[in-house]
Nanobody, 115 residues
Framework: QVHVVESGGGLVQPGGSLRLSCVASGSGIYIMGWYRQAPGKQRDLVATITDGGSTKYADTVKGRFTISSDNAKNTVYLQMNSLKPEDTAVYYC???????????WGQGTQVTVSS
């Protein structure tokens, strides 16, 4: 079993910044990332990073968000800059472990961008 725990959400004004953190327990994790879900909408990919350092971003966040990781600590970060009201959502961290068919998800952390 892998436990995933996010932290770092909150309320920020438009144009501001937030940094989310996520730590996953266990070994063999080869990819971690972030999804987000706004009220009434589906859960969408934000960014992912592999244990080799390859990254992927949604077009809506490219140039504003940066994902990074500390593999030794099974920790991933999401630096969010130039935040917009449309970035408001619950942000979920996930991790995949070699040999498992399903991803492991955190409980989510709320990010609200509002003046």
């Amino acid at each position: 079993q892998v436990h995933v725990v996010e932290s770092g959400g909150g309320l920020v004004q438009p144009g501001g910044s937030l940094r989310l953190s996520c730590v996953a327990s266990g070994s063999g994790i080869y990819i971690m990332g972030w999804y987000r879900q706004a009220p009434g909408k589906q859960r969408d990919l934000v960014a992912t990073i592999t244990d080799g350092g390859s990254t992927k971003y949604a077009d809506t966040v490219k140039g504003r968000f940066t994902i990074s990781s500390d593999n030794a600590k099974n920790t991933v970060y999401l630096q969010m800059n130039s935040l917009k009201p449309e970035d408001t959502a619950v942000y979920y961290c996930y991790a995949r472990r070699a040999g498992d068919t399903s991803a492991y998800w955190g409980q989510g952390t709320q990010v609200t961008v509002s003046s």
